[in-house]
């Protein structure tokens, strides 16, 4: 008897580190979506960037909490004004539209400030937009912005931070 007591409590047990670890592995593997944010971030710090001929006034997004917020709950993104997200080093970057009312377009950009590729986004949907190499930044426009201005892969931004 004792021992079916502990054959039981080791079972169940074990059942316990198996439903831990696939709560883990789901949250991993999908999307993380800001809990609790219902409302846009506040404008954050400007900096003017170039593409070509064509001027950028791109908010900053620089720490986690702001680039989780981004552009969700925008309503609006006037003329050449767009998001950078900076990140502290090059690494794969994933992209979603959970939130965000906008159609955007994404271009990721690797440290010399060349396009590794652009995609366009559609608004409110979890799909995701990646980086097909390591980059350091994320540069989010109006959706079409950069193929109506001539920008493709490979083209260059300056003025990065």
């Known amino acids: 008897m004792q021992a079916q007591i502990q054959s039981k409590r080791g079972r169940a047990a074990l059942a316990s580190v198996l439903v831990a670890a696939a709560l883990a592995a789901a949250t991993l593997a999908g999307p993380t979506h800001a809990q609790g944010i219902t ?15 064509h001027i ?6 620089n720490s986690d909490e ?15 004004d767009g998001m950078l997200f900076v990140f ?34 559609a608004p409110e949907t979890d799909d995701t937009h990646c980086s097909r190499k390591p980059v350091r930044y994320a540069l989010e426009m ?5 193929a109506d201005h001539g ?10 931070p």
């Open 39 to 53: 409302e846009p971030q506040a404008v954050l710090p400007k900096t003017q960037l170039s593409a070509g001929i």
């Open 56 to 61: 950028i006034q791109a908010e900053v997004a």
């Open 66 to 80: 702001t680039r989780q917020r981004g552009l969700m709950f925008r309503k609006r993104l006037d003329g050449n």
């Open 88 to 121: 502290e080093r090059p690494d794969k970057q994933c992209f979603w539209m959970h939130n965000t009312p906008l159609p955007l377009s994404i271009a990721f950009i690797a440290d010399d400030g060349t396009i590794v590729n652009i995609d366009d986004m």
């Open 142 to 146: 109006a959706q079409g912005w950069f």
């Open 151 to 160: 920008i493709s892969a490979g083209k260059k931004i300056d003025g990065l």
